[in-house]
């Protein structure tokens, strides 16, 4: 696990990273998410002791990352794809990283084929598109075939079926039981892959549940029920602790509860049904409902 304790990053005056405590589990894909200057690079940085936390403290399997020798076989990461020296080949770039973590090298021919860069293994890197260094970039995390995983916007530069193919790798890393922790803006993809979300504003946790719980915490997630008794029914869910906003006669939204105990209601008290559909929304409206008093660059903004 990842297990940060009151992590705190200080930067002079500006508070970049607030009394952060998360724990991030094995097992599932767990998204990371924030407006820009969030704190979300900072975090990982910190995960990864390339920054020191001013105060605070933050584990992987309980140990800090800086103290493993040999890095890489306990926790791949991906945190800049351009961040690579562009006269090396794809292989070389990896070869070194091998070596410097005792890793065999056969596995360098193994990661550039599961990434789908063995043809380029060769070329320099330098001559790599961005989506072809995101790719180089999975590789390395890949390559001490490590318990732990994390990255910071790996899609970016991705064509559609690299987009499929990064889907599918995290949901089949999660399911072998390894930590996979992803930093995103790609809200649409996260809706797709994410298990788990923790989510930061200003530095701050914002929320640390399940998906699906913090997409029901948007403002637009209710039961639309169609009756002919429409008043009757608002009685009762009303009496039930539920919220009832009628759209006509016949048509109400019903928040607070979920469709099957507004169901159940309705068969109690003899009351007939039409229809019951539960409306959920987008996590992409749910995150920009909930971080709306968090956004520090609003386009726009007359400031």
Do not use: C
Not at 132 to 159: C, H, S, T, W, Y
């Amino acid at each position: 696990m990842i297990e940060a304790d009151r992590l705190t990053k200080r930067y002079g005056d500006t508070v970049a990273v607030d009394d952060l405590t998360f724990t991030v589990r094995p097992g599932q894909v767990t998204g990371f998410l924030g407006p820009n200057g969030a704190g979300k690079s900072t975090t990982l940085r910190m995960i990864l002791g390339l920054n020191t936390p001013t105060g605070g403290s933050v584990t992987v399997d309980g140990i800090p990352f800086a103290d493993r020798p040999r890095g890489l076989r306990h926790v791949g990461a991906l945190l800049d794809a351009q961040d690579v020296h562009g006269g090396r080949s794809a292989a070389a770039h990896l070869s070194a990283l091998a070596r410097g973590n005792r890793i065999p090298p056969r596995r360098v021919d193994d990661v550039l084929e599961e990434v789908g860069l063995a043809k380029a293994a060769r070329r320099r890197i330098g001559g790599f598109s961005l989506g072809m260094k995101q790719r180089l970039g999975i590789a390395g995390a890949l390559l001490g075939d490590p318990p732990v995983l994390l990255f910071d916007e790996p899609l970016n530069g991705l064509d559609p079926e690299g987009v499929l193919w990064v889907r599918g790798l995290f949901r089949r890393l999660a399911s072998e039981g390894r930590t996979v922790f992803v930093s995103s803006h790609m809200m649409g993809e996260m809706e797709h892959t994410a298990d788990h979300l923790i989510v930061i504003g200003q530095g701050r946790l914002i929320a640390d549940q399940t998906l699906a719980d913090f997409s029901a915490r948007s403002a637009g997630t209710g039961v639309t029920v169609h009756t002919p008794e429409l008043d009757a029914l608002a009685a009762v869910l009303t009496a039930e602790g539920a919220s009832v906003r009628r759209e006509n006669s016949a048509v109400g939204r019903v928040t607070g509860l979920s469709a099957a105990r507004i169901g159940e209601l309705a068969h109690l008290h003899r009351i007939v049904l039409h229809e019951l559909a539960t409306q959920t929304s987008s996590l992409e409206t749910a995150f920009m409902e909930l971080t709306a008093d968090s956004v520090e660059y609003l386009a726009g903004d007359p400031r």
